[in-house]
């Protein structure tokens, strides 16, 4: 594997870290089965690319794509907590929905960034490689939404829906408005979501309709794969943990895709990620059979 592709790896699984990141939230944390980060996802980039291509900076275009990612889960957690729809159906139904506002915002099935600004473009110092700067980017980015998840998770705000997700009923006795902290939690996932989806577009030179295809399962691949690997229970571990499970995914990814010998190819990327969930939810199996033969 060539060392673009390595760079090329690294960039993507930072990205997909922020996912991971608001998939922490929302499946771990709330116990919020939410699909709505498949839309969600391309929601960011299209946002982002659109503004973007009507003449607004790369900084605020993705700062609405974060918020209009927050507005997306919201309405979710709304459908939930509000109207009593099941946590799974209400995202499947937002998921749904959308499809065709993405579609709305775009006014196409794609928007083209080839030749507008983007926030690498704009932060890319003379004499530095493209795809050496992006990943630097992103993984100063991404470091600093860690740390600020990490802050926000250890205050009172934080710890209540941590307890929220944990055990409602005992947080409802507690005085914590468990249906606020279920929306409030899955604004910051889906706005970390749309966040990946507005980088996501801007480095890879456009928005797509079918761009947050699978984007769910690919956060859970990087949670499960983290978890595997650095196994804890304190929360700055935990995102350390899911970040590091993103980027080792998307190594993964491009070794069995650019190894010769295995013989995958690019349409081989949804039997690879299928393969790499599957060995990651049978890690644990695997490690408690271990400690039981050793035990015995």
Known sequence: ????????????????????????????????????????????????????SLGMDPFTSTLIASLAGAVAGMITGWLNV??????????????????????????????????????FTMLQPEGVTDYIMRPLILLVLVIVIKFVLDWYFATQAGLAMRATGSNPRMARAQGVATGNRVLVGMGISNALCALAGALFAQSQGGADISMGIGTIVIGLAAVIVGESIMPSRKMVVITLAVIVGAVLYRFFIALALN?????LKAQDLNLVTALLVTFALVIPLLKQRLRGKKGG
Do not use: Q
């Open 1 to 52: 594997m060539s060392i673009y592709s390595l760079w090329g790896a690294l960039e993507i699984g930072l990205i997909f870290g922020l996912v991971a990141l608001g998939v922490l939230i929302s499946f771990r944390l709330l116990r919020f089965p939410d699909l709505t980060v498949d839309g969600s996802f391309p929601l960011g980039g299209a946002t982002a690319a659109t503004l973007i």
């Open 82 to 119: 509000k109207l009593k729809i099941m946590d799974l159906l209400a995202s499947i139904l937002m998921m749904i929905a959308l499809y065709s506002i993405n579609l709305r915002i775009m006014g196409r099935p794609n928007v083209p960034l080839i030749s507008e600004p983007t926030v």
């Open 259 to 263: 190894a010769d010998f295995v013989g």
